[in-house]
Nanobody, 124 residues
C-alpha cells in the first residue's frame, strides 16, 4: 500500500487542522492505522492509532481531548482532526499502516508502511 499524507500547514495556537492520509494499492481495511509525529531533535512518537474497524483506538495523553482519528474505508482515507492546537504540537506528521490490523502498536518500528509526512507548525 502507498500512503499520501496531506493537510499540514501553519496555524496559530488554538486553531485547527485536519490531516488526511490517502491510500492506494490496497484497501485500508487490511491495516491498523496510526499517526506519528516527529519534532526536531526528538524521536518519532505515536499520536493516535486505530484498528481496521475503528473499534479500538489509542491516543497520546497530551492530545486525547483535542485530536480525533477517523477512517473512511470506502474512500480509503484516514483523517486526523486536530483542535485547539498548541505550539508543542509542531512537528512533521506521518501516517502509517500496520498489517496487524486488529492490534494497536505504539512504536514506529512495528508499522509496515509510511506516508511521506506533512509539516504542522503552530505559532504562539
Amino acid at each position: 500500500v502507498q500512503l499520501q499524507a496531506s493537510g499540514g500547514g501553519l496555524v496559530r495556537a488554538g486553531g485547527s487542522l485536519r490531516l488526511s492520509c490517502a491510500a492506494s494499492g490496497r484497501s485500508l481495511i487490511s491495516y491498523s492505522m496510526g499517526w506519528f509525529r516527529q519534532a526536531p531533535g526528538l524521536e518519532r512518537e505515536l499520536v493516535v492509532a486505530t484498528t481496521w474497524n475503528g473499534e479500538s483506538t489509542y491516543y497520546l495523553n497530551s492530545v486525547e481531548d483535542r485530536f480525533t482519528i477517523s477512517r473512511d474505508n470506502d474512500k480509503n482515507t484516514v483523517y486526523l482532526q486536530m483542535l485547539n492546537l498548541k505550539p508543542e504540537d509542531t512537528a512533521v506528521y506521518y501516517c502509517a499502516a500496520d498489517r496487524s490490523r486488529e492490534f494497536l502498536y505504539t512504536t514506529a518500528n512495528q508499522y509496515d508502511f509510511w506516508g511521506q509526512g506533512t509539516l504542522v507548525t503552530v505559532s504562539s
